[in-house]
């Protein structure tokens, strides 16, 4: 049996300040992906393990708990910020009715919701095409501009006109955008009153098949639970099959491919289709508390600014088959980045025992991001900290465990000032920084630095899931495979922890506060928080 207590490692005060302990990181990895945490999935006991794991090596470490408001009822609690969530599971056999058309759940659409409502109607619900779905000022476009959809059903199309035309002046070209993720299309949604929407699914444009759509959306899913029941949310957050979504035109009398193509257009008017939706989604739902786990080294002079250092340690958990369970140990997604935050947190104490940074330092190990960013979501919220008190983050979601490599990938282009502190570490490193060689998948957009984006705060991801093991993506990304290897060379962990530690503590010693290039709410955000 794997033991999980941190063996002993002899080191001296300069090897601690500067050098890679990568036996200790290994260990790290092997125990967190090991058969016993159970796949560290949220809400089980593998989330026990996994929490009480953490906290008790940051405690060892001499880092304090990050949460000073936690109530004194165990020895980590200062350690752990709850995350209140709700297990959301939608009753699939229901049928979308358009007209005279039928379509069956999870092979033609998909429909689920947040909200805490165990049954909700669409009768006789108005359809309207909205296009791309996008309401975005610094591009000069708003397809909500002409139409009141207050109540209705919309139909969005996925993705943003720069991926479709491959302009680069139109949005960013074939680099995703916010806009172009089906979030922002729900959430936009939302905010105009909506009831309901179905974003029309082509692969290319999703950069998935319509097997991913399925997986995804007709199980249960976890959601973050706010004080009013979630009523905010959008009700109905669904999928329509590329051909279900051309009998659904053609039946009005349109041709969806004609209308696409127009709605390419800054100019394009909504069409509010002949047929209306029905629908009645019936919802079993749950709810119970997770966990973030939090970590400080405190600053000197300025205790109340905080350089972030976060990673997400959970993973899907274990699933029961008929041939048995199967245990999703996510060794490299992202075991490897928790480790990454402890090896971190060790090195910079070390350095902060010799010469005390002058900001604190947070380690952030996340809960529930492969279900839906769901603990970053709430840490955004300010509770533990105020935004505006936020320097920066660096986030780690999965690291390269083979060889060293002469590059960094850099997720996103000219969006912030955190771009200029990568390039910089990078090439004290001898390395260059390589662009996103996928910038159609939005991967800037899918992990938990971006909850802090979206509230203002400017991120970097680490990432690095296949770009130097092909097969990683085919065979192991999301599935039993990814386990942990002896046979890793860790070249690469040892490279990005030391880049990433010289970022963290040059901001920790800095008086800069990193801002947004582009403009964007997320610009917005930041400049109201730095005007406090």
């Known amino acids: 049996m794997l033991s999980l ?7 001296s005060a300069q090897d601690k300040e500067q050098n890679v302990n990568l036996t200790s990181v290994a260990h790290h990895i092997e125990s967190l992906a090991s058969d016993t ?14 929490i009480n794991y953490l906290a008790k090596q940051y405690q060892a470490m001499g880092l304090q708990g990050g949460n000073s408001h936690a109530q004194q009822s165990s020895p980590f609690a200062q350690y752990l910020q709850p995350v209140p969530m709700a297990q959301i599971t939608p009753d699939q056999n229901m049928r979308l009715q358009i007209g005279e058309l039928s379509f069956i759940a999870g092979s033609d659409f998909t429909a689920r919701t947040e909200q805490m409502n165990t049954q909700i109607t669409l009768k006789d619900s108005e359809l309207v095409f909205v296009g791309y779905g996008i309401n975005a000022p610094e591009y000069q476009w708003n397809d909500y501009a ?20 491959q302009n680069p002046s ?16 729900y959430e936009e949604a939302a905010r105009q009153g909506a009831k309901a929407v179905l974003i029309v699914h082509e692969t290319a444009p999703a950069a998935y098949p319509w097997s991913v759509v399925e997986s995804s ?9 706010d004080n009013e029941q979630n009523t905010s949310k959008l009700p109905i957050m669904g999928w329509l099959q590329l051909a279900a979504t051309e009998q659904v035109f053609e039946q009005s009398g349109l041709n969806y491919q004609q209308l696409k193509k127009k709605a390419l257009q800054s100019t394009f008017s909504p069409v509010t289709l002949q047929q209306t939706a029905n629908l009645r989604l019936r919802n079993t739902i749950s709810q119970a508390t997770s966990h973030n786990v939090l970590a400080t080294i405190t600053g000197s002079k300025y205790p109340d600014e905080y350089v972030l250092v976060g990673a997400h340690w959970d993973h899907f958990g274990t699933k029961q088959t008929p041939d048995g369970d199967i245990i999703y140990n ?12 402890l090896e971190m947190a060790r090195m910079l104490k070390a350095q902060h025992d010799i010469k005390p940074f002058e900001r604190s330092i947070l380690f952030i190990n996340f809960t529930a991001e492969e279900t839906g960013l769901i603990g970053s979501e709430q840490f955004s919220k300010g509770d533990i900290i105020p935004t505006k008190n936020m320097v920066a983050l660096l986030n780690i979601d999965g690291m390269n465990v083979l060889d ?17 502190y990568l390039a910089r570490a990078a090439k004290a490193e001898g390395r260059r920084v390589k662009l996103d060689p996928r910038p159609q998948n939005g991967l800037f957009f899918r992990s938990d630095h971006f909850s802090m984006a979206k509230q203002g705060v400017p991120s970097l991801l680490f990432m690095s899931l296949g770009d130097t093991d092909p097969d990683y993506i085919a065979h192991k990304y999301h599935k039993a495979a990814d386990d942990f290897s002896a046979d890793w060379s860790l070249g690469g962990v040892e490279q990005d922890i030391k880049l990433m530690v010289d970022i963290t503590a040059t901001l920790a010693n800095s008086r800069d506060w990193p801002k947004w290039k582009m403009a964007s709410d997320f610009k917005a955000s930041r400049e109201a928080d730095l005007a406090k």
């Open 5 to 11: 207590a941190l063996a002993p490692f002899s080191l």
């Open 146 to 165: 002409n139409v009141d959809v207050t109540g209705k059903t919309v139909i969005v199309l996925v993705n943003d006109p720069g991926f479709a035309t």
């Open 404 to 420: 060293k490599v002469d590059y960094i990938l850099q997720y996103g282009e000219g969006l912030s000032d955190m771009e200029d």
């Open 170 to 185: 139109l949005f960013t070209g074939n680099a995703m955008t916010y806009y172009g993720r089906w979030t922002y299309k």
């Open 37 to 50: 945490f159970q796949g560290r999935g949220p809400l089980t006991e593998g989330e026990t393990l996994t």
């Open 217 to 225: 959306n007709t199980g249960s899913k976890y959601t973050l639970v």
């Open 330 to 341: 996510g060794a490299v997604d992202n075991a490897s980045g928790v480790a990454g935050t």
